[in-house]
């Protein structure tokens, strides 16, 4: 028995060597492996040339002095011969076998106490001044050379000449062109990936929360409340949106200077504080009535569009305060492009965090109302109003779906875009409202989770490359175009990251705050920040070290940084000025890896 256990497990463990034998096989032929190729000796002799221009870095040079060495020579020999006047064999010189010869002979040049292990032309100079280069010779260690040329066919009857051309180094050594475009390029790459990093990390912390497992999968409300936060979702989003627009237009429509801009922004300040004072007391001594009530929310809106209007005016005068100052600080100018820039994102950016901010309003007050209708109605009425409220939320949410569609790949048919979403959507939400019962928990969370971690997958599958491509069609070539791509991939990869760790802290803590009643938010803030927070940092420095490395590639699509200049001297196979590249990449990539151990192991 035990033989046969023993002859089964060899000759299982002999088709598993056979299998990976004939995987790795057919892995050799689909990469196309030709060693003949690698002892090819023009392949060699390539290699060759590119390691030695890859091992001498053009990073300084010096001021060349061009030394120039004639000696006479005949072409024929005139009759009895020629011989020159004897030269200082002490100092730098060469010599022909003969000082004379017939056109096409072929003759052996020497030369002596020239500079080591340089290379030069050596030519013929006629009468005409035309230069006809013979050839070129590179001395040894020793300052000497041999070689053999052939005499130009140009025969005259006056003496002509042939020449030596080396140059020699004088002055003090400096850096070159390539070495200061490589600085320039190298802190370019180091401060666009980190922006990038930045920007992904900001994003990428709060919606790390959506995609945590242990996090999201208590989070359930009955079909009604889903139903009403659906559907007022993109009422609060158009509602923001168009608030956010209005102020917009306001803003443009007064800003006429600055002077008027400090002015709107005192007086709108001054009266929305005014509004919170009496809209938000610090105390009632009774209960307000229904009509108070009301008029306090529409305060509060109004509270909302005056911080709006008044942070569109705050965008504008900060782009005034810093265009003007970028002309005025010299060298420090850039200073006040970043404040006006600054600005001019607060002012892009308003109308899409109102948009966002109606849509958490609304959604809020749809899960109130939706909590209160299953306190005051019966059962029969809570079943009819999950049919009803989950065939408008599928309605509105497939027409939604399919405009995004149609956006994309213009379809443009009521019947396909309008008519078959609607009927599917209010069909999905009849159904959905049947087979939940009113009050049992609809797992919204594991809906959020699976979705947002759909989106981290897809955006980390699309490599940073073709993002870049992209980028670069919208803002144009450059480091900015690299800095978005690069931070859109970075927020897909910590999210994911940031996620996992979360679903691995521990769970003491966290029942410990809800023991005490917290809500979710004060759960998070008090028992799952303080596990986080170490991981975190070591995440974003290592995705900063990251960046700075992705950054080489992402200059090959025009994206900025190192990997464009990189790029063109691979291109015109300047490997010497490639070099410098590479070696500044690996300098500055050995320097973050040892700065973010350094911070590591203070803060983690």
């Known amino acids: ?47 060759i040339r590119i390691l030695r221009a890859l091992a001498k870095p053009d990073i300084v040079e010096f001021d060349k002095e061009q030394v120039k060495l004639e000696i006479p020579f005949y072409v024929p020999c005139p009759e009895g011969g020629f011989e020159p006047e004897v030269v200082d064999k002490t100092i730098a010189h060469f010599e022909p076998e003969a000082y004379c010869a017939d056109p096409g002979t072929k003759m052996i040049f020497r030369g002596s106490n020239f500079e080591p292990n340089v290379k030069g032309p050596i030519n013929f100079l006629p009468p005409s001044g035309v230069t006809l280069g013979m050839g070129i010779f590179e001395t040894d260690e020793n300052g000497n050379f041999e070689i053999t040329v052939t005499i130009p066919r140009r025969p005259e009857t006056e003496i002509q000449y042939i020449e ?162 970028s002309g005025k600080l010299g060298g420090f100018g850039f200073l006040g ?43 029969q009425i809570h079943r009819l109003l999950g049919i009803i409220f989950g065939g408008i939320a599928g309605v509105v949410w497939f027409l939604i779906i399919m405009g995004g569609i149609n956006w994309v790949y213009q379809i443009n048919q009521p019947l396909i875009v309008r008519t078959i979403p609607a009927i599917l959507g209010a069909i999905t939400g009849i159904i959905l409202g049947t087979i939940y019962k009113p009050k049992a928990p609809v797992p919204i969370g594991m809906a959020v989770y699976l979705i947002s971690r759909t989106i981290f997958n897809v955006l980390r599958s699309i490599e940073a490359l073709v993002m870049a491509i992209v980028f670069v069609v919208w803002v144009g070539i450059g480091p900015f175009a690299g800095s978005l791509a690069l931070a859109l991939h970075t927020i897909a990869a910590l999210a994911k990251l940031y996620s996992e760790q979360v679903e691995s802290i521990m769970t003491g803590p966290i029942e410990a705050v809800s023991a005490t009643g917290a809500n979710r938010l004060q759960t998070i803030v008090y028992a799952v920040i303080p596990q986080i927070i170490p991981p975190y940092i070591s995440f974003t420095m290592y995705r900063w070290d990251i960046n700075v490395r992705m950054s080489t590639i992402i200059g090959f699509a025009g994206g900025g940084g190192i990997g464009f200049l990189l790029q063109q001297n691979i291109n015109l196979l300047n490997y010497r000025a490639a070099s410098v590249q590479m070696l500044a990449i690996a300098v500055v990539v050995a320097s973050m890896d040892y700065i973010s151990s350094k911070i590591r192991e203070r803060i983690v």
């Open 164 to 325: 030596t051309v080396t140059s020699k180094n004088v002055g003090e050594p400096r850096f070159t062109r390539t070495a200061i475009e490589t600085w320039d390029k190298i802190i370019e790459t180091v401060f666009l990936a980190l922006l990038a990093t930045t920007l992904g990390t900001l994003l990428a912390v709060p919606l790390s929360f959506f995609a945590a497992r242990n996090l999201m999968k208590d989070v359930t409300s009955p079909i009604i409340v889903v139903s009403l936060n659906l559907i007022a979702i993109p009422i609060g989003i158009v509602l923001g949106g168009s608030g956010a627009t209005w102020m917009r237009d306001l803003s443009n429509l007064i800003a006429v200077n600055g002077w008027v801009i400090l002015l709107s922004i005192i007086v709108g300040s001054v009266v929305a504080y005014g509004l919170f004072k009496w809209a938000v007391p610090p105390e009632e001594l009774e209960p307000a009535s229904g009509k108070i009530r009301f008029v306090r929310s529409l305060t509060l809106v109004l509270i909302t569009l005056i911080s709006v209007f008044v942070l569109f005016m705050v965008s504008k005068l900060m782009i005034i305060i810093g265009t003007t100052a």
């Open 337 to 379: 492009s970043f404040f006006a820039d600054i600005g001019d994102i607060l002012g892009m950016i308003m109308v899409l965090v109102t948009a966002l901010l109606g849509a958490g309003v609304l959604s809020g007050i749809g899960g109130k109302t939706g909590n209160l209708l299953l306190k005051k109605f019966t059962p």
């Open 1 to 47: 028995m035990k033989n046969s256990k023993s002859a089964l497990r060899s000759i299982g463990l002999g088709l598993a060597i056979l299998f990976a034998l004939v995987t790795y096989a057919y892995g050799f032929k689909v990469t196309k492996v030709n060693l003949e190729e690698t002892k090819s000796e023009r392949r060699q002799t390539q290699l």
